[in-house]
């Protein structure tokens, strides 16, 4: 599934537009991105949404918890124009939205923020065959029930810790492809460990071209970015 040095768009395009909406997704493949990732949260009525908060109240013009909301509810909700006024009218995706809008032209990483919404996900994709898909979390019991349920999903490890040795063993156990930790905690021995293990290594989220440079020079796969146009540029040397 990935044949060169990935770039995601991380929560799509969102140092250019309001994260996690339809416009940011749009932006990133604009600006040359390879793949988007993406945050996923289930409504009240079992609908799996693009969010990155539990609650409305940083990135809508609504407040209180996403959970207590049906996805009608949701309808005139504003998701963009807290970022600018031109993004006014920007809407909370559904996950399905999203799948229609990409289709097979980017990679999707889908993040999982929450148990219910990884069976959901997985028959969502069932409806969406022909998307490249990545699923990945932070909750790692939901990663282990998915590949139990569905052997045929590409899996990715979240991790927050500067210890990877116990949590890379487990990412292979269950045949996870990838591992994603956050970009400050990487040095070139647990690129190398993870590649040894055949783990592609995608670390979060880089906007600074310095620190860019290092990691591609340790040899990461890819890297999250809310500047994809930047990163671009960077990797052809421009
Ligand atoms: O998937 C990488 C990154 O998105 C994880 O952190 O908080 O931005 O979802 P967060
Ligand atoms: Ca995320």
Not at 181 to 205: M, N, S, T
Not at 218 to 231: H, I, Q
């Amino acid at each position: 599934m990935f044949q060169k040095t990935v770039i995601w768009a991380h929560r799509g395009a969102s140092g250019k537009a309001p994260e996690n909406t339809l416009a940011a997704f749009g932006l990133a493949e604009l600006d040359g991105a390879d793949g988007i990732e993406l945050d996923v949260r289930m409504t009240a009525d079992g609908v799996p949404v693009v969010m990155h908060d539990a609650t409305l109240d940083r990135t809508t013009d609504d407040s209180g918890l996403l959970a207590l909301r049906s996805l009608a509810d949701l309808a005139g909700v504003d998701a963009g124009r807290w970022f600018g006024p031109q993004f006014a009218k920007e809407s909370v995706p559904t996950l399905e939205q999203v799948l229609c809008q990409i289709q097979d032209r980017m990679l999707l990483n889908i993040e999982i923020k929450e148990f219910a919404a990884g069976v959901a996900v997985k028959r969502l994709l069932k409806r969406h065959a022909r998307c490249r898909v990545l699923i990945s979390s932070f909750d790692h019991a939901v990663l282990q029930a998915l590949h139990l349920d569905a052997p045929e999903l590409f899996l990715g490890y979240l991790s927050e810790d500067a210890d990877w040795d116990r949590l890379i063993e487990t990412a292979v156990a269950n045949r996870a492809v990838s591992f994603h930790p956050r970009q400050d905690r990487v040095v070139a021995e647990q690129v190398e460990l993870c590649h040894a293990r055949g783990l592609k290594i995608f670390p979060w989220v880089v906007d600074e071209k310095k620190r860019a440079m290092t990691l591609l020079e340790m040899g990461v796969d890819g890297l999250f970015t809310n500047e994809p146009g930047s990163l671009r540029r960077w990797l052809a040397g421009v």
